[in-house]
T-cell receptor
Framework: NAGVTQTPKFRVLKTGQSMTLLCAQD?????MYWYRQDPGMGLRLIHY???????AKGEVPDGYNVSRLKKQNFLLGLESAAPSQTSVYFC??????????????FGQGTRLTVV | GNSVTQMEGPVTLSEEAFLTINCTYT??????LFWYVQYPGEGLQLLLK???ADDKGSNKGFEATYRKETTSFHLEKGSVQVSDSAVYFC????????????WGLGTSLAVNP
């Protein structure tokens, strides 16, 4: 039972480089989320998706793009990485058909360093 | 707007001590409340939840009661273990806001043997 899988787990980028983080879930969840976690700032929502083919901005979307071409995958892209994007990135998914009581399932995280 | 406030950490306890981590919330309507735990180097996982007033969520010896009158959802454990060392996040969700979770900033707990 894989749950939510993120790749890669670690990455070092140079300023200005681009990369894509992949999130895959095998629970048939409609909703998927990308968060970043920074010391003292908790979890901040970057982008989210409420279904295949949909995306929406969260609290801190600038500098990131996302795509949800398939229900099970949610990609986070950095077009031109900046040191301020050094963070730990978490993907999560949830089943929302049942209403407001359902939990989110998280991946193991991607530690990204931009130098 | 809706928000979650947690007590600041870090919290340091000795093994077998009593734990309380305070969480209060501001919300319209009737939110569901959650506690998540993040062990070192891992993602978050659900610890417990409560979906209506006076509900008590419990798991692994942890408990929290949904108190609507005080808008609180404090996490408690009677006797902590070294393995409970982690970061604990309080969160809420309600029917609006596209059902996105609203998070507290997290409270770091260190338990010493």
């Amino acid at each position: 039972n894989a749950g939510v899988t993120q790749t890669p787990k670690f990455r070092v980028l140079k300023t200005g480089q681009s990369m894509t983080l992949l999130c895959a879930q095998d629970m048939n969840h409609e909703y998927m989320y990308w968060y970043r976690q920074d010391p003292g700032m908790g979890l901040r929502l970057i982008h989210y998706s409420v279904g295949e083919g949909t995306t929406a901005k969260g609290e801190v979307p600038d500098g990131y793009n996302v795509s949800r071409l398939k229900k099970q995958n949610f990609l986070l892209g950095l077009e031109s990485a900046a040191p301020s994007q050094t963070s730990v990135y978490f993907c999560a998914s949830s089943w929302e058909t049942g209403g407001r009581n359902t939990e989110a399932f998280f991946g193991q995280g991607t530690r990204l360093t931009v130098v | 707007g809706n928000s979650v406030t947690q007590m600041e950490g870090p919290v340091t306890l000795s093994e077998e001590a009593f734990l309380t981590i305070n969480c209060t919330y501001t919300a319209t309507g009737y939110p569901s409340l959650f506690w998540y735990v993040q062990y070192p180097g891992e993602g978050l996982q659900l610890l417990l939840k409560a979906t209506k007033a006076d509900d008590k969520g419990s798991n692994k010896g942890f408990e929290a009661t949904y108190r609507k009158e005080t808008t609180s959802f404090h996490l408690e454990k009677g006797s902590v273990q070294v393995s409970d060392s982690a970061v604990y996040f309080c969160a809420l969700k309600w029917a609006g806001n596209n059902r996105k979770l609203i998070w507290g900033l997290g409270t770091s707990l260190a338990v010493n043997p």
